[in-house]
């Protein structure tokens, strides 16, 4: 895996159900489903050399075209070190003196995916994908948190844990910073859990902004392969007051 290509899939095909889910999840994949035709052929112009060539795997799969799934490992990995998820003073200010929300984890997590699918483009959270996510939360591998505004969700996010490494999978808000409280909560419920690295999964601004910085491939393997557990996510309903005392390390 290490050697795999940084700027295509490392495969294609496969299957979407919970076992070869988080087995790519153990191995440092996450899945991209194309969610119609024109993706597909997208995919097609755009990994066929990396596949001819061999640098992109071909899994069996039932898929009637396999470039309809692609798996990604990218290289460098953009990561924040636990604790390390971007705390603005801003933020922390109208956390501690303004915002009554609550939050809790798990509470409604199909709910919480449908509203991170929503108005999503590319679509890569696919029908059949959600319902693999849905069946992951049972299980326990993954996990939703919700900001409340009474009784009102305003915004959350999911992840998904494995061993040392959570992943910030996705969020969504309906008010400004719900999503940025959300990923906080999310961080704060995995105190004592033995996670070490939050990964937010591609580079971009955004993800720079909440922290992230390249982590190289072979680096973020190792600590994937110091644990391969479920991580759990504390529960109950909490004020985001607490969250506004939180400091940055360092």
Not at 119 to 140: A, F, K, Q, S, V
């Amino acid at each position: 895996m290490d050697s795999a290509p940084a700027g295509a899939p490392v495969a294609i095909g496969g299957r979407l159900d919970p076992a070869t889910v988080i087995g790519g999840y153990r191995h440092g994949t996450y899945p991209m489903p194309a969610a119609t035709p024109a993706d597909i052929e997208v995919n097609h112009a755009l990994y066929e050399d990396a596949v001819e060539s061999g640098a992109t795997v071909v899994l069996d799969s039932p898929l009637p075209d396999p470039y309809a799934l692609v798996w990604w490992s990218p290289d460098p990995r953009p990561v924040i070190p636990y604790g390390g998820l971007a705390k603005a003073r801003s933020l922390m200010k109208l956390l501690r003196n303004r915002l009554t929300w609550t939050t809790t984890t798990n509470k409604d997590f199909a709910r919480v995916l449908a509203e991170c699918r929503r108005d999503r483009t590319p679509e890569w959270l696919t029908t059949e994908l959600c319902e693999c996510m849905i069946t992951l939360n049972e299980l326990g591998w993954a996990h939703s948190v919700e900001v409340w505004e009474h009784e009102e969700l305003v915004g959350g996010a999911i992840g998904i844990g494995v061993g040392e490494v959570f992943v910030l999978d996705t969020c969504f808000h309906r008010r400004d910073n719900a999503s940025k409280v959300a990923l906080l909560d999310m961080e704060h419920r995995l105190a004592g859990t033995g996670v070490t690295l939050l990964d937010v999964e591609w580079d971009s601004e955004r993800n720079q902004r909440l922290g992230a910085g390249p982590l190289p491939r072979g680096e973020f393997l190792a600590t994937l392969a110091r644990g391969s557990d479920p991580v759990p996510l504390a529960g109950g309903e909490e004020p985001v007051r607490r969250l506004g005392f939180l400091r940055t390390p360092g």
